[in-house]
């Protein structure tokens, strides 16, 4: 698709001579221009018409294809009523912040009417990524797929399929989630749940209203089929399944893992999992693919709903019955299956794809996670726990998102808009994992930008840990800038003098986004060798607003080469 030359176009063809910097593709890659124009699009679902953000008016948005190493701009035109940004995740974005794309973080958001383009620098990263908007809870219909094949002259390493398909997994909320998410914010209450859980933006026929959009797949007997499956919902953690046939697991997060074969995978939000379907029934037929609310913590009020598409073979007869549903789907409570699949996870760690752990750390980080409560303003009763405001936090520390980007502040010696004291452990330890004892005196937590600084080239390694504060839950948490290894993860509390020796330092999964299990700890390490300032944050929406996030500064290199980029001419400005 053609791209205007804006300024800021201009400004990356030009860089390399006027800056001195490399902004080209690797060799061999491409260039790839994409226009996104922000606009209120009509959808009906759940028998009701609803005004929606969307991307060139589609629900999900345009898929974008390129291949390792290509270098692809993106123009955004706001056309909407409200401010806008948008996150290419999972991307790397080596040395590049400036188009990393969260609000206040790393630009200050477009305003309705304005243009901003994005350089997304892909680098290492290989198979399925997505994006999304990163700003209030406009993701909900903001999002599309990133599919990123291999280099020209190299190839899957597995047999090519005869077809790929992105299965991006939502919610829908019959209401407008932002107007939801301005009264949650005033009252201090929880947010809504969904009304339903999606498939390529469609309920499916279990729903009232919806058999006619239900979303299909047609499949041709003895065919194998890529599903690139993310998971793009807001609170939800999904299994997912197909009746009739197994999955067979080649990629999570644009990393390649060992094949393993399930019946059903478990994803989180943020997630993405490359999967290959037989297409071996040879009877034909229609089966159901369904997404089901996996639900870890039986305390809160979740959309316990199941999702459905229909695959089915076009080579059968025309005379079908109704379609087969996932007999052996797991239940929204089943915590053993959603363990029991996520271990399977390794890297492929092959001759083309290898792994490189770290196997010395420089900077260690516990950082307990936890839902918390802020005092309500005086004379006021708030919708939160014991007439509080509802928060969350990491190492206590509750996030406050300043009024200008945080990227922007650090670059120019900004003073003011940030500390630089992310503690690295929490600040009081006790039983984090004991779900029969909460008292009160610990659901309280403070606010704070506090982020962490790192010097480059450091290994840091990160063990997050759940906490039974309000309630033990998966925590899906996200890092920008980085793909890590997660090395170890385990029930209970994290023990650094025995649970090091349990860590996988040969093949661990390579990935942007890992589950913290419920009442437990997950360890991650990556090599702080992309210069910039990356935010840190949980996948569940509801607790980015509440404050479950961080920022980690890495600091330049020596070398040129090792330098975060310069600022692009067009910026948003606050």
Known sequence: MGVAKTPAVLWLLGAVLVLGVSVSPAQGAKTRYHDFFIKESNYTRLCKERTVLTVNGQFPGPTIYARKGDLVIVNVYNQGDKNITIHWHGVDQPRNPWSDGPEYITQCPIRPGGNFTYRVILSEEEGTLWWHAHSDFDRTTVHGAIVIHPKL?????????????????????????????????????????????????????????????????????????????????????????????????????GHYTKPFTVKHIMIAPGQTMDALLEADRADGGRYYMAARTFASNPNIEVNNSTATAILEYMDDTPTRGPPEFPANLPGVNDIDSATAYTAQLRSLGSKDHPVDVPRQVDERMLITIAVNVLPCAPNKTCGGPAGNRFAASLNNVSFASPSVDILGAYYRSIRGVFEADFPNKPPFFFNFTDVDNDPVERWATKRGTKVKVVEYGAVVEVVFQDTSILGAENHPMH?????????????????????????????????????????????????????GVWFMHCHFDRHVVWGMNTVFIVKDGKAPEVKMLPPPPNMPTC
């Open 479 to 531: 890092l920008h800038g980085f793909t890590f290894y997660v090395v170890g993860r385990g029930f209970g509390n994290f023990d650094e003098q025995k649970d090091p020796a349990t860590y996988n330092l040969v093949d661990p999964p390579h990935q942007n986004t890992v589950s913290v299990p419920k009442a437990g700890w997950a360890a991650i390490r990556f090599r702080a060798t992309n210069p």
């Open 153 to 253: 002259g190299t190839t899957f390493p597995f047999k090519k399929p005869h077809k790929e398909i992105p299965v991006i997994l939502g919610e829908w909320w019959k209401a407008d989630v932002n107007h939801l998410l301005e009264e949650a914010e005033r009252t201090g209450g929880e947010i809504n749940i969904s009304d339903a859980n999606t498939i390529n933006g469609q309920p499916g026929d279990l729903f009232p209203c919806s058999k006619a959009g239900t979303y299909k797949i047609p499949v041709q007997h003895g065919k194998t089929y890529l599903l690139r499956i993310i998971n793009a919902g807001l609170s939800n953690d999904l299994f997912f399944g197909v009746a009739r046939h197994n999955l067979t697991v080649v990629g999570t997060d």
